[in-house]
């Protein structure tokens, strides 16, 4: 029960399609995980199940103890399990500045007053100014996210997720159409994050990965097929025959 | 503020203006109030609606039958009709807000024909098709008569107009306000924030609906009637048009194209009874080809602020 984040047997099915097999994987505090795989070997689709925007066909979630499965994305977000997107779902009219102070509004309860004032909400301006300098979002505080550059939104989704203080970070592809010379940026605010705070990263950039994480899980088809230390994962034959063709069909022939 | 200053010129230049013309000034906000709650709802939580002037009858019914059950002091009057029509945004947020699209939008036409019908059938205590009349209010705060040319009402009307206003002004510019922008644009990433999406607009409905029970109950005191087009479809499809003309989002926008259309309405169908609507039409392609962002949205892009400049430091 030490495990502050655990997922038993999850499994989805799109009709006769199983996107997720009996997944199973579990996350003490401060955990630096990367889950990596093919395209369409369910990595998104898995983070979707974690945090509640869809519903699993079989299997349970479990945050500090509690069985979160039946609860909606809201309580689950409260409750300290966090993600951000792959694409950037930003508010492209509203400055990085109102997106972490509507954020920090919210999770203290107060995002829905009517008697307040949104903009100078000097209860919140010290947190939120933390926030945006730890990602170097200062000078782009007061632009509107449409017209910054899209690094910046990423560091801004990531701001967003750690203005909720959360216990789980789920991070799905963090560097994912950033030029690769923003990419040191985004490694930078990854090292920053939270020493306590488990985070399961997905990304493509193996570079990435094998810097960030500790562990390495493998997904390919719905189902885990590899689970350790990143400096083993290369040397893996199952591995090696997802990225390099038809992970099912390369079964078979095995 | 300097647009509150702006629209208490505006409106005592319109009493000096015309004088004449006192009554359809008042209907002009009355119904401006119908279309700033519109705007609420579908200008900031991005919530269509055809069925707004559900709210807008439901204040002017309960103004009206108050009215006539010897409630006649006006504020009072005003706060009966705030009331029932926050009730009645509450009836139709619960409803409406279940849906979303095509069918939402299907669904506030169904909510304002039952309204309709409904009034139409309590004839009892509405007067149905023949409308609620004699209502006899009493002086505003015991001394100002509403008159025969209607200068009480009026100003009793823009004085309404103006607190409303900065109130909402207060409302949009709230951390509630901001909530609600961010639901217009993508509710899954205010979900993924924590914030749950129902009861936010839920609130927003009731606010809305009080605002256009407020309008309601304005047109039940200065025209001493309330009849059924107060609940109507029609009613409620032209608060979308002067919305949109005017530019949704801003308040500003559903003043400036409540008093466009009224004005337009008043002056064409004085020139041409029979094809006035036509020419309205013919005006509101013109806008929404050339100024998608309605009237107001023409005017800041002529500005060269921008669409929605606000915001960030207002």
Known sequence: MSD??????????????????NISLSMPAGERLALIGPNGAGKTTFVNLVTGQIRPSAGRVVLNGEDVTRFGAVPRVRKGLVRTFQVTRLFSQMTPEEHVTLTVLQREGKATRILSRFTGNSEVSGEVESILSTLGLLDVARRRVGEIAYGQQRLLEIGIALALQPKVLLLDEPAAGVPSSDTPRIEQALERLPPSLA???????????????????????????FEGMPSDVAANEKVREAYLGNYAHARSVA | MAGVIL???AGLAGYWLFPDNLALLTRVIAVALLV??????????????????????????????ACVNGVTEPVTLVAIGAVAGAMAGLLMGTIMLRAHGLAQLVLSIAIVQLFHEAAN???????????????????????????????????????LLVVVFVVLKFIVSSPFGMLCRGIKQDPVRIRAMGSYVFPVLLKMFVISGAVAGTGGALAAISTQVVGLDSVSFELSANALVMLVLGGL???????????IFMGFEHVVSAINPFHWMTMVGALLIAVVLAAPGGLTGLYETLLGTGKRAKGGRT
């Open chain 2, 121 to 159: 059938k309590a004839s009892a205590y509405t007067g149905g098709s023949d409308g609620l009349a004699g209502l006899m209010v009493s002086p505003l705060f015991g001394v100002f008569e509403f008159d025969l040319w209607g200068r009480t009402a009026y100003l009793f009307g823009l004085a």
């Open chain 1, 4 to 21: 502050l984040f655990r997922v038993e047997g999850l499994t989805k099915n799109f009709g006769g399609l199983a996107v997720s097999r």
């Open chain 2, 249 to 259: 989002g801003t308040l500003y926008g559903a003043l400036v194209g409540t008093v």
């Open chain 2, 7 to 9: 629209i208490i010129a």
């Open chain 2, 36 to 65: 700033l709650s519109l705007d609420l709802i579908t200008g900031y939580c991005g919530v269509a609606s055809l069925g707004q002037a559900s709210l807008f009858g439901a204040g002017a019914y309960a103004a009206g039958i």
């Open chain 1, 199 to 225: 985070v399961l990263m997905i990304e493509h950039d193996m570079d990435l990965v094998f810097r960030f994480a500790k562990r390495v899980v493998v997904l390919a088809a719905g189902e885990i097929i």
